[in-house]
């Protein structure tokens, strides 16, 4: 804060601290960065999550297709390099979420264990928490699952270069959380979840 | 929401809404999008105005060059569709900013009235409050301050395409809100925003 003593007038040239704002919501902002397997359970966590913390008086906000794909991310189509160009912006987003104070959930399959590293390393390099959370639910549930028919259609070679089908999935080597939806309700996953987040001392106790 | 009434599971399958985290906030999300000259006083007046929120407890982040131009746009330059696409990036994020609850300040040159008015559509597409706030500081003030000698180096012909030198400013036709700088302080300048956002019912009265 600079005050000018002669006027009593107070301005400010820089931003306000990331404290501040988490003081101020009670919480710690953080990415909460959600990857599987496409119908592992991703966004259907992410948004329970999201309806609890948010009914609990807490500010959380899903990045997921959804409000990315058609939006910031509409001139990115799905060449190698349009795909790590998607992840890195969604991420980027996240980090300035996570700055602002709101507990981020991102629901990207996100596949390759590169990208999500840059992503983590983005966030480390800032100070703002970040949360690996792996759906690890097996190929086999997801298929049977398959709500929108995605992986009947890449089985039937309609869909070329599909995440598990013929396309790889990496799985990350060390995710702060892991949940395998088989066995596992939304509700419960997105218990675990905010377990670790006052585990942490992201959400208060 | 879904029930599983076997089970008495519950889960989400998408957002909460706006209005559930503006109530959680009390506020309005809405993005105030900054525009003027080099050194006309966008910054700090968005900071300021930053400042005195988040001190009378409203949650508001300013997004600027310090945290956009190395992180999102970092893979962006000064040419004409660079230009276009960061101005366009920008407007997303605040979009997304102000849809999850937050009081967003955009402080960027942003010249270009085409570019300005691709952001204001975007935000009333998504029923988004937009407020361009016009720094209309004359660029005589402006190169009088000249707080990082950009206009010296322009004059000079070390800088080219510079704002109001030899490339053009367009000035909006009907922004929300309209500040001369020369003889307005920046914690004025945050207050008639902050007035105009009570008028609007973004800010409690």
């Given at each position: 804060?600079?005050?000018?003593?002669?006027?009593?007038?107070?301005?400010?040239?820089?931003?306000?601290?990331?404290?501040?704002?988490?003081?101020?919501?009670?919480?710690?902002?953080?990415?909460?960065?959600?990857?599987?397997?496409?119908?592992?359970?991703?966004?259907?966590?992410?948004?329970?999550?999201?309806?609890?913390?948010?009914?609990?008086?807490?500010?959380?906000?899903?990045?997921?297709?959804?409000?990315?794909?058609?939006?910031?991310?509409?001139?990115?189509?799905?060449?190698?390099?349009?795909?790590?160009?998607?992840?890195?912006?969604?991420?980027?987003?996240?980090?300035?979420?996570?700055?602002?104070?709101?507990?981020?959930?991102?629901?990207?399959?996100?596949?390759?264990?590169?990208?999500?590293?840059?992503?983590?390393?983005?966030?480390?390099?800032?100070?703002?928490?970040?949360?690996?959370?792996?759906?690890?639910?097996?190929?086999?549930?997801?298929?049977?699952?398959?709500?929108?028919?995605?992986?009947?259609?890449?089985?039937?070679?309609?869909l070329k270069g599909f995440t598990g089908i013929d396309d790889p999935y990496e799985a990350p080597a060390?995710?702060?959380?892991?949940?395998?939806?088989?066995?596992?309700?939304?509700?419960?996953?997105?218990?675990?979840?905010?377990?670790?987040?006052?585990?942490?001392?992201?959400?208060?106790?």
């Amino acid at each position: 804060m600079t005050q000018d003593k002669a006027t009593n007038i107070t301005w400010h040239e820089g931003h306000v601290t990331r404290d501040a704002r988490n003081a101020l919501l009670k919480q710690k902002g953080a990415t909460l960065w959600f990857t599987g397997l496409s119908a592992s359970g991703k966004s259907t966590a992410a948004f329970t999550a999201e309806h609890i913390l948010v009914a609990a008086g807490r500010l959380a906000y899903v990045l997921d297709g959804d409000n990315i794909r058609h939006g910031l991310n509409k001139n990115l189509g799905f060449s190698a390099a349009d795909r790590e160009e998607n992840i890195r912006r969604i991420g980027e987003v996240a980090k300035l979420f996570a700055d602002a104070g709101v507990i981020t959930l991102t629901a990207f399959i996100s596949p390759y264990r590169k990208d999500r590293d840059v992503v983590r390393e983005l966030h480390v390099k800032a100070g703002v928490p970040f949360i690996e959370v792996f759906m690890n639910t097996p190929i086999e549930t997801c298929e049977q699952r398959d709500p929108k028919g995605l992986y009947k259609k890449a089985r039937a070679g309609e869909l070329k270069g599909f995440t598990g089908i013929d396309d790889p999935y990496e799985a990350p080597a060390s995710a702060e959380v892991t949940i395998d939806a088989t066995a596992t309700t939304p509700e419960q996953a997105a218990g675990i979840v905010l377990d670790y987040l006052r585990k942490q001392g992201i959400l208060p106790a």
